[in-house]
């Protein structure tokens, strides 16, 4: 059973950094493409940070040089540091892993991050 869970969403002031935790239980990186989207308020789910299952990354151009997706193949942990962080970066943030023979979903249930002084 697949499994992801999200963590360390909170309030930050703008220009602080996070850093997003999703614990993935029942996948292999290996032939998986994990993800973070965003969901603001009223707006639609938006890919923020991909890395394929060989390493890739590819970023938003609205987050590009300042976060970072990485993988932790030991823990089975998927990563976001978010650092300069501003007010439009405030959502809920969802991990998403994506099978890469058959492109199968599967979703956390998100982590809430609000910028705000």
């Known amino acids: 059973q697949v499994q992801l869970v999200e963590s360390g969403g909170e309030l930050v002031q703008p220009g602080g950094s996070l850093r997003l935790s999703c614990a993935a239980s029942?996948?292999?990186?290996?032939?998986?493409?994990m993800a973070w989207y965003r969901q603001a308020p009223g707006k639609q789910r938006d890919l923020v940070a991909r890395?394929?299952?060989?390493?890739?990354?590819d970023y938003a151009d609205s987050v590009g040089g300042r976060f970072t997706i990485s993988t932790d193949y030991a823990k089975n942990t998927l990563y976001l540091q978010m650092n300069s962080l501003k007010p439009e970066d405030t959502a809920v943030y969802y991990c998403n892993a994506e099978r890469i023979w058959d492109r199968v979903n599967y979703w956390g249930q998100g982590t809430h991050v609000t910028v705000s002084s």
């Open positions: 890395i394929a299952n060989y390493g890739r990354t």
């Open positions: 029942g996948i292999n990186f290996n032939v998986y493409a």
